[in-house]
């Protein structure tokens, strides 16, 4: 009896390491899991900040480009129009 006994307590020992081993390793994936998440969102917020002021310029110097053509582009266009409704007006 005495030999069934040592093996159960024996048995029982090796499942409360395991279960220990098994939580702390548990606890630390978590943990490294944890920093790889705030790591990749601090990255993509970088990333998304550096995009929108990238944009922002990209928008600047568009803007910046057509405000002094707005008169000569609005003059095209009347001129294009009015040349295209005579063509079409004129009967063959």
């Known amino acids: 009896m005495g030999y ?4 159960m307590e024996e048995l ?12 702390t390793s548990a606890d ?3 943990t490294i899991s944890r920093e790889k998440v705030t790591s ?10 550096d995009f ?10 568009i803007e910046h480009a ?3 053509r707005m008169a000569d582009s ?3 266009a009347l001129t294009i129009g009015i040349v295209v409704g005579y ?5 063959p």
């Open 4 to 7: 069934s006994k040592d093996i």
């Open 12 to 23: 029982h020992s090796l499942r409360r390491e395991a279960g220990h081993v098994l939580k």
């Open 28 to 30: 630390e994936w978590q």
């Open 40 to 49: 990749l969102a601090a990255d993509i917020k970088t990333f998304l900040t």
């Open 52 to 61: 929108r002021d990238a944009l922002a310029l990209d928008e600047a110097e």
């Open 66 to 68: 057509f405000a002094g």
């Open 74 to 76: 609005m003059v095209i």
């Open 87 to 91: 063509l079409l007006r004129r009967k």
